[in-house]
């Protein structure tokens, strides 16, 4: 069965980065897109960062534009989110996602979603 499972989240104050791993198992992961997604306390989830199986085409969300950097480890099966001058309004559970089957992807972050993460919470603090 397919597994996604994610790490690295934290506490961290302001202006400070974090590093999230996803890796994700029972999939030809080269296949699928991947995507972080996000949700905070009373907020609808949404889509942080997608990247395509390629690793060719990349979606940000504009609040993270500049500061996150998603990339991936075909080899390694691995997920990855780099968050640098993190903001009190970053705060949030982040998940891990993969896409609903392979060489399924959209620009803007909305394609189907086949495999969620449990998350991992980041905070930030002021």
């Not at 397919?2 to 030809?28: D, F, I, K, N, Y």
């Not at 995507?35 to 997608?50: D, H, L, M, N, Y």
């Not at 504009?62 to 997920?79: E, H, P, Q």
Request: with cysteine; glycine share 12%; proline share 3%.
């Amino acid at each position: 069965q397919v597994q996604v499972v994610e790490s690295g989240g934290g506490l961290v104050q302001a202006g400070g980065s974090l590093r999230l791993s996803c890796t994700a198992s029972g999939l030809p992961f080269g296949a699928y897109a991947m995507g972080w997604f996000r949700q905070a306390p009373e907020k609808t989830r949404e889509g942080v960062s997608c990247i395509n199986w390629l690793v060719g085409d990349t979606y940000y969300a504009d609040s993270v534009k500049g500061r996150f950097t998603i990339s991936r480890d075909n080899a390694k099966n691995t997920l990855y989110l780099q968050m640098n001058s993190l903001k009190p309004d970053d705060t949030a559970m982040y998940y891990c996602a993969a896409a609903a089957s392979p060489f399924l992807y959209d620009s803007d972050c909305t394609m189907e979603i086949g495999h969620w993460g449990q998350g991992t919470q980041v905070t930030v603090s002021s």
